[in-house]
């Protein structure tokens, strides 16, 4: 086996161990985008745990075959950046969804989302889902807010005179 056939087996093996162990992959076109955007993306893409990567297209088509993902493989054309999102499901998502605002010669192309292909309309309505944090949040304000009322509501009997306070 020559050795650039090797160095491709190599590749292949590293894009299927980061598509394993990742949560979420965003797959985004970054043809007309220059270095120092790209780094800036790369960087924030770091601080939320995210692996941002580029591959050709090609070495990508044969690792998701072998993983079940060959219909991403049609929206694999010109340049593109691969985001292994790591630690959780959206932040990849976000993230990219954010700089696309910010620069919009970057484009969402696809992605892979709760073990299923996904195209880029569905990946930016899943930007807009709120994250565990958020989430967590919403629900311990909704349980907080019946309390509240009632505490309120309570004060306002008392200070009318309606009930005594002990």
Not at 19 to 27: A, I, P, R, W
Not at 142 to 149: C, T
């Amino acid at each position: 086996m020559s050795a650039l056939r090797e160095a491709k087996n190599l590749v292949v093996e590293e894009i299927t161990k980061n598509l394993k162990e990742s949560k979420s992959l965003v797959v985004a076109n970054y043809k007309t985008l220059d270095v120092i955007s790209l780094q800036t993306i790369r960087e924030e893409l770091q601080k939320a745990g995210v692996l941002l990567k580029v591959y050709k297209n090609r070495l990508v088509k044969h690792a998701t075959k072998t993983l079940g993902f060959e219909s991403i493989n049609d929206s694999l054309v010109e340049q593109n950046i691969f985001a292994f999102s790591k630690q959780d499901d959206l932040s990849a998502i976000k993230t990219l969804v954010k700089f696309q605002k910010q620069y919009p010669s970057l484009k969402i192309v696809s992605g892979i989302y709760e073990e299923k292909v996904v195209d880029a309309k569905s990946l930016i309505e899943i930007a807009k889902l709120p994250s565990y944090e958020e989430s967590l949040m919403i629900l311990g304000n909704s349980l907080i807010n019946p309390l509240r009322n009632l505490g309120i509501g309570l004060n306002m009997l008392i200070e009318q005179g309606k009930i005594k306070s002990e």
